[in-house]
């Protein structure tokens, strides 16, 4: 529960002073809070609880510095974690003032009364039976406002200048709901052994993946004559985390097989030219002739057999004579001879071309596998120095079930370098040894958020903007630095759609998020490390809930996409308790994704949409950062929406025609109509061609990694 009175600066003068031009000297003085003499057991101070002082009730309270928990009467030894339980599944019970714990029949009758009087409304999840000892008694904590940002500005200092300087802590515009509650349910889990993340070792791991891009790029030119496929780096980066079972959270180092089937497929479909789409004659007939030039240079220049050097030939030379000929043909006439002759001399090319290829995808992976181990070395290096080991015992996990609640790291981490931040035009610049990544004000404060929700090891905020510069600077390596490059990958559903699933269907959890562009604060993304520490609870592939109503967008990845549904169908397998995935995916037709077709063949189908292409919207994977009239674009293709439940499941979030009826009608509200409502039919018209142009990258970007017909 965010505190609203409790008056600690701490937190929020460390975050400020990062900032250039902000240092210690310079800030203005502001009254300190009002804080009672610390009367506390000192077991109760050890776990992070103060007290403090209401002047807005003008009574005692009890702030949690840790967990941000405040309570109007004294906290309980042995209470519950509120992160880990934030309901009190396995709560201690309630001691009675003899030191006796209330165990009664009367007090076992009292809660089941009490907890069956309540109705159970449509986001409610029914707790999976377990031997969980009772929970204690609720106590009444004071009220936080629901609008974010109002209660941080009541926390930090109390001064005019220090007003300005937390005015970027309050959006303006606000595309996420962090009070929505979690009705994921999974089994306790202990702390990961992935190291934390330091800016440090991201800078260099952040310089040899733009190392790594570059030797991509060289290696398709060089041996293919070919620029490497849009975005097909990124997806490979993503379909090899499926398989890898390496240390690094970004570049794989662990994988079988060693070349991926997603970056071959992806060159390959180039070869011996890229096919675009056509919309005029000329450019079908330059685009014939471009082909039939680069089949029979490619298959002259490698060891094919006579056999099918002689048809290549044959071919390309009798579409040259064709072309010499028929100056009257039309666009389809072009087109059709263009498909004649990718059937006749494909097969041949690609096997020209298949060493080649497997070449380049298993040089990009050794280079990756080198790079692991230097990023590893430097990671271990900074923790020897200070005096922090990398090895440690596995604690014991007790087998109980919780709500779902953030990653944790077993590694402490060791202290952070410093972080330089300033603001330009509502943009929040984050710099380190002069590098520098940017975030919109309104997704800093989401940032900022988050880590107060979730984080549990810097009450102070002191490494905040280092856990952000690290968060950013990831993100910007995994997108790539072309223009629109890994947005599509990163889309998010319009906020109509989530407030929808959540109404109808109990959604409160997001299976492919980041802290940039979740909707719930509960979230499965793919970086742990980095994600943690803003609420993330790790990969989706290794996250197994035993109950809760879930969305799942994919990135457009078909290795990815297949994992997941093996997952999805495994969960709902193995568990009786309510469980619900909603799944939205592309409808890719020619050829179809194995993931479509597995999801609409299996028994666990209970309804299915489909959203036409350009009729339905996705919100932009650099939202954080794009302008407000690009934060929406059209789907270029149709989009599946499957509803995946198990028995409990249906029973509880049925896809009736009612709520499916309300869903679709989520989608009518345009997310890009309410973004460039306040802005002005001047501006509007010249954005929209931008935005125009952006929906075609994106589309190019969806379909580069199957479109191979070019009609």
């Known amino acids: 529960m965010a505190?609203?009175?409790?008056?600690?600066?701490?937190?929020?003068?460390?975050l400020m002073s990062h900032s250039p031009g902000t240092s210690n000297q310079n800030q203005p003085s502001s009254p300190k809070p009002m804080r009672l003499v610390q009367d506390l057991p000192d077991e109760l101070v050890q776990a992070g609880w103060e007290k403090c002082w209401s002047k807005r009730e003008n009574r005692p309270y009890y702030f949690n510095r840790f967990t941000n928990q405040s309570l109007w009467e004294m906290p309980v030894l042995g209470q519950h974690d509120?992160?880990?339980?934030p309901l009190g599944l396995n709560a201690a019970p309630m001691p009675l003032e003899g030191g006796m714990l209330d165990t009664s029949v009367e007090s076992r009758e009292r809660r089941r009364r009490f907890s069956e009087d309540v109705p159970l409304s449509g986001n409610s999840v029914k707790k999976p039976k377990?031997?969980?000892?009772?929970?204690p008694a609720a106590q009444p904590v004071p009220s936080s406002p629901s609008i974010p940002g109002t209660s941080v500005l009541k926390a930090w200092c109390v001064s005019p200048e220090d007003k300005q300087q937390a005015a970027l802590l309050r959006p303006t515009e606000v595309y996420w709901d962090l009070?929505?509650?979690?009705?994921?349910?999974?089994?306790?889990?202990?702390?990961s052994e992935v190291l934390s993340p330091h800016p440090e070792v991201e800078l260099l791991r952040s310089q040899l993946i733009l190392k790594l891009r570059q030797h991509y790029r060289e290696l398709c030119q060089q041996r293919e004559g070919i620029d490497p496929p849009r975005e097909s780096f990124n997806r490979w980066m993503l379909e090899r985390k499926v398989v890898d079972k390496g240390t690094d959270p970004l570049l794989p180092s662990d994988c079988e097989p060693v070349v991926s089937p997603s970056m071959f497929r992806e060159i390959m479909n180039d070869i011996p030219i890229r096919l675009s789409r056509i919309k005029f004659r000329e450019e079908a007939k330059r685009l014939l002739f471009k082909?039939?030039?680069?089949?029979?240079?490619?298959?002259?220049?490698?060891?094919?057999?006579p056999d099918s050097r002689k048809v290549v030939k044959w071919n390309v030379e009798d579409t040259f004579s064709w072309l010499r000929r028929d100056h009257s043909a039309s666009k389809e006439d072009y087109m059709d001879r263009l498909e004649h002759l990718r059937k006749q001399c494909g097969p041949h090319v690609s096997a020209a071309a298949k060493d080649s290829v497997e070449g380049i995808c298993s040089k990009i992976y050794y280079i990756s596998l080198e790079y692991v181990k230097r990023i590893r070395e430097k990671h271990l290096a900074i923790l020897k120095e200070n005096n922090i080991s990398a090895e440690i015992e596995a604690p014991e996990v007790q087998d109980r079930l919780v709500y779902c609640y953030p990653v944790r790291l077993a590694i402490p981490s060791p202290p952070l370098p410093s972080v330089e931040m300033h603001m330009e035009n509502n943009v929040a610049c984050v710099r380190y040894k002069g590098e520098m990544v940017k975030v919109s004000r309104n997704y800093f404060s989401k940032l900022w958020l988050l880590y107060r929700y979730s984080c549990i090891d810097d009450s102070a905020f002191e490494k905040f903007l280092p856990r952000v510069w690290c968060l950013l600077r990831r993100y910007q390596m995994m997108f790539g630095v072309g223009l629109y490059e890994g947005t599509g990958l990163q889309g998010a559903l319009p906020v109509h759609v989530f407030e929808a699933l959540h109404k109808l269907f109990g959604v409160s959890f997001e299976c492919f998020a980041s802290p940039l562009n979740c909707y719930f604060k509960q979230y499965c993304s793919a970086f742990l490390d980095t994600d943690g520490y803003f609420g993330s609870r790790g990969p989706c592939l290794d996250f197994f809930p035993i109950s809760g109503s879930f969305e799942a967008n994919p990135p457009f990845c078909e290795e990815l996409m297949d994992a997941m549904v093996s997952h999805f169908e495994k969960l709902l397998e193995n568990s009786s308790e309510p469980l619900s995935f909603i799944v939205f995916i592309p409808e890719w037709r020619d050829p179809p994704t194995p993931a479509l077709t597995r999801m609409e063949q299996s028994k666990f189908k209970r309804h299915q949409l489909i959203l036409p292409a350009f009729d339905h919207e996705y919100r932009s994977g650099s939202q954080h950062v794009c302008k407000k009239e690009e934060m929406y674009y059209k789907a270029v293709h149709n989009t599946a929406v499957l509803f995946l439940q198990n028995s409990a499941g249906f029973a509880k979030w049925e896809p009736t025609p009612e709520r499916l009826q309300e869903l679709v009608a989520a989608y009518k509200h345009s997310g890009r109509t309410l973004s460039s409502s306040s802005s002005s039919s001047s501006s509007s018209s010249s954005s929209s061609s931008s935005t125009a142009d952006k929906e075609r990258e994106l589309g190019r970007e969806q379909s580069s990694s199957r479109e191979a017909n070019p009609n």
Do not use: C, F, M, W
């Open 291 to 305: 082909y039939a030039e680069a089949a029979k240079r490619l298959i002259e220049s490698r060891s094919a057999s």
């Open 82 to 85: 509120v992160i880990s339980d």
């Open 179 to 191: 009070d929505i509650q979690t009705n994921a349910v999974i089994k306790q889990r202990a702390p």
């Open 130 to 135: 377990a031997d969980i000892p009772g929970n």
């Open 3 to 14: 505190n609203e009175n409790h008056g600690s600066p701490a937190e929020e003068a460390s």
